[in-house]
């Protein structure tokens, strides 16, 4: 089963929960598209602990930190659906998008797109913020408009019980983890999150 991590915003926290998703379930990563530097993929090896998993090279590696469409616009190519293809890999993956569901890949197709392609479930990680709410509510109800398969959400930042109860409610998801504001962000915190999720992800 490959897993499919996207967010409601841009600085939801993917690239954090990915490396969580990585170290629970013992499963390789790729994020297929990569819009600026420093690279997703050398903060997940970092963070994790595992020599086992497996980090994939991206599919697109486009220089601009900008949506991927004027990403790759500005690098002078076209990204193309036909051209993404899972990476071999023998466990699970744990496919970090880029930036929310509904960010452009090109003219007709958006990052969500990719989950609905490899046919993933998907994480959705909600950071907590003034506004967040209706982000949330607005990106689960795009992803149930598609009939996309969600796993659940992963809250992410300073706990706000009232924001957290009236998502699950109206969402009808279930809560996989909750992430605390960490003064740093290391191996040993990213550890005893994975062993958190353990304990909810089958439930």
């Known amino acids: 089963m490959n897993f499919f991590v996207t967010g409601i915003d841009t600085d939801s926290g993917k690239t954090l929960v990915s490396a969580i998703l990585c170290e629970a379930l013992k ?10 530097h420093p690279l997703d993929r050398n903060t997940v090896q970092d963070l994790i602990s595992d020599p ?7 599919q697109y590696l ?3 930190p ?18 993404f293809k899972l990476p071999l890999s023998r466990k699970s993956l744990i496919i970090e998008g880029a930036g929310g569901c509904l960010v452009p890949l090109n003219e007709e197709n958006f990052v969500i797109d990719l989950a609905e392609r490899f046919r993933c479930d998907v994480v959705l990680v909600a950071d907590l913020y003034l506004g967040s709410i209706n982000h949330t509510l607005l990106t689960v109800a795009e992803l149930k408009r598609r009939k996309v ?3 659940g959400i992963i809250f992410n930042g300073e706990r706000n019980q009232q924001s957290e109860e009236i998502i699950l409610h109206h969402a009808g998801m279930r809560c996989l983890l909750r992430i605390g504001k960490e003064k740093e962000i290391t191996q040993e915190v990213v ?8 304990t909810t992800w089958n439930d």
Request: charged share 25%.
């Open 27 to 36: 499963a390789d990563y790729w994020k297929p598209v990569q819009a600026g």
């Open 52 to 58: 086992t998993i497996v980090l994939h090279p991206e």
């Open 62 to 64: 486009l220089n601009l």
């Open 66 to 83: 900008a949506s991927p469409h004027a990403a790759a616009a500005r690098d002078g190519i076209r990204i193309e659906m036909d051209h």
């Open 149 to 151: 398969r969600m796993k």
């Open 191 to 198: 550890r005893r999150y994975a062993d958190q999720l353990l």
